[in-house]
Structure formats: C-alpha cells, structure tokens
C-alpha cells in the first residue's frame, strides 16, 4: 500500500529525510508547520524530497507553535483532508520534529486512526520507532550521501577535489609519495612540515598574484633525512631546488598545495577509502545558506565521510602546533563545522601531524578543548592507524544501522 508522510518542520530535516527516502512506497509528504519562522526549513525539505521524485502534496501552517487547541484543531483539520483525499493510503505520522505541543496534537488526533502509523526517529538507537505498532520497528539503512546530508544542513557544494575517475587518477599518480617517502619518516616529518609549509602558503598571494618561485629560510639548515625525502621525491617533479639562492620553485600552485600540507589530506582520504566508507569527499568547497543575514558564508572540508546516514568531519593540519591562539581558532573551526555540518548524526576528527600532549604547555589547553568538544585526535605516531581509526568509526555506524 502506499504511504504519505506527515513532517513536523523544525530546526534540523533529516529526520524527516532518513525515514521518507527509506519508504519505497511513499506517494508524498504533507509539511506540517506551527508558524512561518521555518519557512526555508520547509522549502529545503521539500526540495531535497523532489529531486528523489517525492512529491509535496499539502503543506499545514498551524501559525502557532506552541498552543496546543490551536496545534489540535490543524491537526483535525489535516486527518478531515487526509480521509476525504487519501483513505487507500497509510498514513505515516512523524513526530520527531516540531515543537513538543506538536508532536502531542498530532499524536493525540492519529494515534487511534485506523489509516495512520506514527513514528518517530531515535537518534540514538537510529532505528525508525513505530509508535502505533512497535513490532513494525526498522532499522536505518544508507540513503544519503554528504552531498544530500550537507545540503540538509543548508551548505551547497561548490567544488570538491574529486568528480571522475580522472581526478581519482590524478591522486594516484603521486600516491606513492605519501607511502614511501613520508609516511615511513613521520617520525621526522617535522623537517619536511618546516620546509615547505612557509614557502607552499605565499606561493598565491591575498590579492591573487601567483609566485612558483619562494625563498625558503636563510638559516635552514638540511637534516638528513630532509635530504632523503627530498632526494627520493625527485622523480615526481614536483619543485626544483636553488640552493646557491635559496629558493624552491614548484611546478604547478597544486604541487604547492600538495607539499605544504595537501598530502596529510590526501593521506586520510586513501585511508577513509580503504577502510570501506560509503561516501568520501576531499576538498570540499561551498557556501552556507545564512537565514538571519541572507548572505552566504564560504567554508571548505578538508573530508567530509559519510557512512549509513551519518556524517565524519576530517580536518588536517600539517603544522607546528607551538602557537596556542592559533592552535585555539583550528579547534573553534572544528567545533562550528561540527555543529553546523554534523547537526544529530556528526562527528569530528583532527588529523595532526604534530604531537599535542596535554602535559605540554603548548599544547595542554589545544588538548583540553578537543575533549571537551568531544572531537577526536589522532596525531603523528597514531597517524599510521589511521585507516584502523576509519574502520572502527564504520564498524560504529554498521553496528546500529541496516546496509541497504
């Protein structure tokens, strides 16, 4: 039999999205509203919905949110049109958004009706509650990718560093470096961080001038085992050395953005691919859709994994974490993208390479944040079971959902 959905609109859709993207015999959806402060929320709802062939078939506005005669008699009036234009349908009631007097009018008017099913989205569990008849409980299963879940979370990819199988291709080709040039020295990287990071950043300038060829600093001294790399990283022809001046020229602004810190990135993404993620995005550029200012704000994903309807957020920093204010702002970025892009099935992760210990007095304080914004670390040492890291976050994500 086929089904219509009723969404209670509020401040987060993707309980609504999960559970009517898993219905294969949804006919459409009917928006209940309480007023019209979540009018974009609606219209988001209802757009993500149409580009999966979902129709919106009624929308209700109650204009009050938190009166519930007023919420009680929407909702009757709802159930009149649902029996007069949808009596061969069964009707599924989600209560999991709105405010708590709508979830209770709506509840209250449905529960008994011989049509309907309420349900209800447990974040936790991530099962789908049939209120009505809980032997009907179901499992989540993989319906979005990030691009459905970032959009949900109202940020419009503009660009990402992957869209075909040329731009994988591309990746591959310097692979190799990351395996056997950088990662067996990781215990030396900070010599290969030193070097190039400074260089790689003023390679493009704040208004855009682009300058291949950098000093590199006038007392660098070369380690030996910056030698090494460097010596192993020529056949990739990725820079050119002027000793006698002091400078490196890099052959392209990518090979600049690969050696100053691109390659951590690129690391943890050929990890988050071995570990069997469904949905892996690397460089991810876009703009939120700003309500209060109507003026969209920029950000960029280093990676963003999505695994059976739920979100990792990746950030890699390849830098010397020996400036405290610095070290404070890459973990408030952390914490804002987690809250905005995350929403209830986010989680977040700082890729380092250097080590942050909580008995350093540089680093202490970085430390105490991450684990009050609960956000994982993993750094240097660790960053060789990084892709153990990406395997237990699906394992995690497999344990309490269903795979389509």
């Not at 349908?89 to 009706?113: C, D, E, R």
């Not at 009505?132 to 109202?154: C, E, F, G, H, M």
């Not at 280093?302 to 920093?317: A, I, P, Y």
Request: aromatic share 10%; hydrophobic share 40%; proline share 3%.
């Amino acid at each position: 039999m086929q089904t219509i959905h009723v969404c209670l609109i509020s401040e987060s859709i993707l309980p609504n999205l999960i559970p009517a993207f898993m219905d294969e015999n949804i006919a459409g959806i009917i928006s209940f509203s309480g007023d019209g402060k979540q009018k974009k929320k609606r219209q988001l709802l209802t757009q993500l919905l149409e580009e999966r062939n979902i129709p919106l078939l009624k929308s209700m506005n109650a204009n009050n949110s938190f009166d519930l005669p007023t919420l009680i008699q929407c909702a009757n009036e709802l159930k009149d049109w649902l029996e007069k234009n949808a009596s061969d349908k069964t009707w599924k009631i989600n209560v999991t958004g709105g405010t708590k007097p709508m979830a209770l009018a709506i509840y209250s008017v449905f529960q008994a009706h011989t049509n309907s099913e309420v349900i209800y989205q447990d974040t936790q569990s991530l099962t789908l509650r049939n209120l009505t008849a809980p032997a009907k409980d179901q499992p989540n299963y993989s319906v979005i990718n990030y691009d459905t879940y970032l959009a949900a979370q109202r940020f419009n990819i503009t660009q990402q560093a992957i869209y075909d199988q040329d731009d994988l291709d591309h990746l591959m080709a310097r692979k190799w470096i990351i395996d056997q040039v950088l990662m067996p020295n990781m215990w030396q990287i900070y010599h290969f961080t030193s070097f190039f990071n400074r260089p790689a950043a003023s390679v493009k300038s704040k208004n855009g001038h682009v300058n291949l060829t950098q000093p590199f600093p006038q007392k660098f001294k070369f380690h030996d085992a910056l030698e090494e790399m460097l010596a192993d990283m020529q056949p990739a022809n990725l820079f050119t050395l002027d000793r006698d001046k002091r400078t490196i020229t890099f052959y392209d602004e990518e090979a600049a953005a690969f050696l100053g810190g691109g390659w951590l990135e690129e690391y943890a993404y050929w990890c988050a691919l071995e570990a069997g993620i469904e949905y892996v995005g690397l460089n991810v550029y876009g703009e939120w859709d700003m309500q209060a200012t109507n003026k969209p704000a920029s950000n960029e994903f280093d990676l963003v994994c999505c695994h059976n309807n739920q979100l990792l957020v990746v950030e890699c920093k390849a830098l010397a974490f020996n400036d405290e204010v610095k070290g404070q702002d890459i973990v408030n970025k952390i914490e804002a993208l987690k809250s905005k892009a995350g929403g209830v099935y986010g989680k977040s992760l700082l890729v380092a390479c250097d080590k942050l210990q909580a008995e350093n007095k540089h680093t202490q304080h970085i430390v105490q944040r991450l684990n009050d914004y609960k956000i994982d670390l993993k750094q240097r040492k660790e960053l060789k079971h990084l892709t153990k890291y990406f395997e237990d976050w699906r394992t995690k994500c497999d344990r309490h959902l269903k795979t389509a």
